[in-house]
């Protein structure tokens, strides 16, 4: 029988490839959008074109993590068989800024979701999208097994939640479960973040509308994976028999400076040439160094990464180089979905 999936944040890197992984297996997909002033559907556009036309299993819904009653209704509305939480506030950088709010929309929307799961005794399964922000300073390797030391209004937030998510499974005997994802990217990364800044810079620098990349922190240490590989292990997470937590992570690392010189090269550039540090991107606390040691989801679900450091790396560049000139050429136009 086809399933049915509520995902929040379906408008995110993450939700727009959780879209395109669930209807490729037949599932009737519900999606939150936000109100916006402007158009917030662009990755979802990308889906719509991969198939050619607004996907037919595919429903957006007006909703807020911050508003109670939209994430009720729907979750009594449409009755999902699987919940995926990707909704969030999700800037490290920017929840020093907003602190409150990211507390609200990262931390307490989860409680707001698992009650109403709980309240209106849906029978469904529920993924909560954990962080492997939340070891902070904990030095790696980093597994299910290591202590929490968050560094960030973001990061202590995503503790709550990975926490509400567990109490609801013991407490309720829900089928609830934590993905600690560790940082994974693609061509539909948000622009501030720091891969896809690098490569967006980089690919303007190479076509000639850009003079400089201005950075902060280059020595912090990330496990950079693949985006679409890693939806693809939210969704083993709930056809498991029974809930659990997985790392999710490549175990490879590298430093801001390498990706960043690693761009370069892909357009036979000089990194040094064109980078400058400026103290203003950097945080009030930062996480030095992410390493995630994935064996149990390897052991448990079958799940492994396949995309290398440098393959992510060219990929990115490759698509933001595409990216500025059909720019250029006037190809990229904006729709309503
Ligand atoms: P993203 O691109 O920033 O997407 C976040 C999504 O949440 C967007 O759809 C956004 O809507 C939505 N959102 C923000 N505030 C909201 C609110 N108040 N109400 C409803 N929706 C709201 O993040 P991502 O990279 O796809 O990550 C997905 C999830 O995984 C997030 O929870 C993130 O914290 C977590 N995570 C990400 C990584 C990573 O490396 N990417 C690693 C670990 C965990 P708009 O499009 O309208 O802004
Ligand atoms: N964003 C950004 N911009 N980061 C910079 C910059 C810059 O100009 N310069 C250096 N960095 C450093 C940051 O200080 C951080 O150490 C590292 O690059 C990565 O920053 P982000 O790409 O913003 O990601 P993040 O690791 O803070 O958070 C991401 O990964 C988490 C999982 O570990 C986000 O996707 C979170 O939502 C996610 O939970």
């Given at each position: ?142 597994n ?103 790392v ?45 040691d994935y064996s149990k989801a390897k052991r ?38």
């Amino acid at each position: 029988m086809m399933k049915t999936a509520l995902i929040t944040g379906t408008t995110g890197q993450d939700g727009s490839y959780l879209v395109e992984l669930l209807l490729s297996k037949g599932y009737e997909v519900h999606g939150t959008k936000r109100r916006s002033s402007s158009f917030n559907t662009s990755r979802l556009e990308e889906v719509a074109r991969a198939e050619g036309h607004r996907p037919d299993g595919l429903s957006l819904h007006y909703a807020d993590l911050s508003d109670a009653s939209s994430i009720t209704n729907l979750v009594r509305d449409i009755q999902p068989d699987e919940i995926y939480n990707l909704g969030a506030q999700s800037h490290v950088a920017v929840s020093f800024d907003i602190p409150e709010y990211t507390a609200d929309v990262t931390g307490a929307a989860t409680i707001r979701l698992l009650e109403a799961i709980r309240a209106s005794g849906v029978d469904t399964r529920f993924y909560q999208a954990s962080s492997s922000e939340m070891f902070g300073s904990t030095p790696p390797p980093q597994n299910e097994a290591t202590p929490f030391h968050p560094r960030s209004p973001y990061g202590c937030a995503k503790v709550f939640s990975y926490w509400s998510t567990i109490n609801y499974r013991e407490a309720y005997g829900l089928h609830a479960s934590n993905g600690i994802l560790f940082n994974h990217e693609s061509s539909r990364r948000g622009e501030t973040f720091v891969t896809r800044k690098i490569t967006r810079a980089v690919a303007r620098i190479a076509e000639g509308v850009q003079n400089k990349l201005v950075l902060g922190n280059l020595d912090a240490v990330r496990d950079w994976g693949y985006a679409p590989e890693y939806v693809e292990a939210m969704w083993m997470m709930l056809q498991q028999d029974q809930p659990d937590d997985y790392v999710i992570a490549t175990g490879e690392a590298h430093s801001v400076r390498e990706f960043v010189q690693a761009a370069f090269e892909r357009v036979n550039l000089d990194w040094e040439r064109y980078t400058e540090t400026d103290s203003r991107y950097e945080r009030p606390a930062e996480v030095d160094a992410l390493i995630g040691d994935y064996s149990k989801a390897k052991r448990q679900l079958g799940w492994s990464p396949t995309t290398t450091f440098t393959g992510l790396v060219h990929r990115m560049v490759d698509d933001d180089v595409q990216a500025v000139r059909d720019e250029k050429a006037g190809r990229n136009v904006r729709v309503e979905l």
